[in-house]
């Protein structure tokens, strides 16, 4: 089955700077790769996502790129701000065969420090 | 907020409890999910519903039976737990179960098994 390896576990910047938070899957099927955020104590929240035919998206301060040869995918945010402060998770996603499982990383804690 | 729902947000049981979680979503979707939030370790899929029918089960111990009688309505009933199976349980639900659909989640509920 898929595995996701999620890198860092924790990162801390200065707000203002970039942060960049990398996965890797094993599993060429996969064509979706979505990006989640989880505040403290609320649910995760989709906030951005990219399919296999792509290899960047931007959404204002935040973009993730897609290595399909290499099965590494990244989130970069830049300019951030101490709402930003939350864990990230990153995922994969096959579409073939009966699995459609959705198969999660370990998550970032990602600080931004005022 | 409120595209899904779960009760309840807390729930302590002894190992000899039977107690029920329960997840509804107002979103008009067809497929619903069964999370394990257990700290430092990624999001586990339990269980898929798809229109009803239940289309994954992601080896799951039998003390945990899922219930999902229309599609709105998702249920996971517990019994004989133990005190590992405490984590945060997250319900979530997408259009269907194709890549690249998005899964929106519940508040989920705390778990405590003593």
């Known amino acids: 089955g898929e595995n996701v390896e999620q890198h860092p576990s924790t990162l801390s910047v200065q707000e203002g700077d970039s942060a960049v938070i990398k996965c890797t899957y094993s599993?060429?099927?996969?064509?979706?790769f979505p990006w989640y955020k989880q505040e403290l104590g609320k649910r995760p929240q989709l906030i951005i996502d990219i399919r296999s035919n792509v290899g960047e998206k931007k959404d204002q301060r935040i973009a993730v790129t897609l290595n399909k040869t290499a099965k590494h995918f990244s989130l970069h945010i830049t300019e951030t701000q101490p709402e930003d402060s939350a864990v990230y998770f990153c995922a994969a996603k096959d579409s073939g065969g009966s699995n459609y499982k959705l198969t999660f990383g370990k998550g970032t804690l990602l600080t931004v420090n005022p | 907020e409120t595209g899904v729902t779960q009760t309840p947000r807390h729930l302590v049981m002894g190992m000899t409890n039977k107690k029920s979680l329960k997840c509804e979503q107002h979103l008009g979707h067809n497929a619903m999910y069964w999370y394990k939030q257990s700290a430092k370790k990624p999001l586990e899929l339990m269980f898929v519903?798809?229109?009803?029918?239940?289309?994954e089960n992601n080896s799951v111990p039998s003390r945990f039976s899922p219930e999902c009688p229309n599609s709105s309505h998702l249920f996971l009933h517990l019994h004989t737990l133990q005190p590992e199976d405490s984590a945060l349980y997250l319900c979530?639900?997408?259009?269907?179960?194709?890549?690249?659909?998005?899964?929106?989640f519940g508040p989920g509920t705390r778990l405590l098994v003593l």
């Open positions: 519903y798809n229109f009803k029918e239940q289309t």
């Open positions: 599993d060429s099927a996969s064509n979706y």
């Open positions: 979530a639900s997408s259009q269907s179960r194709l890549a690249g659909q998005t899964q929106y």
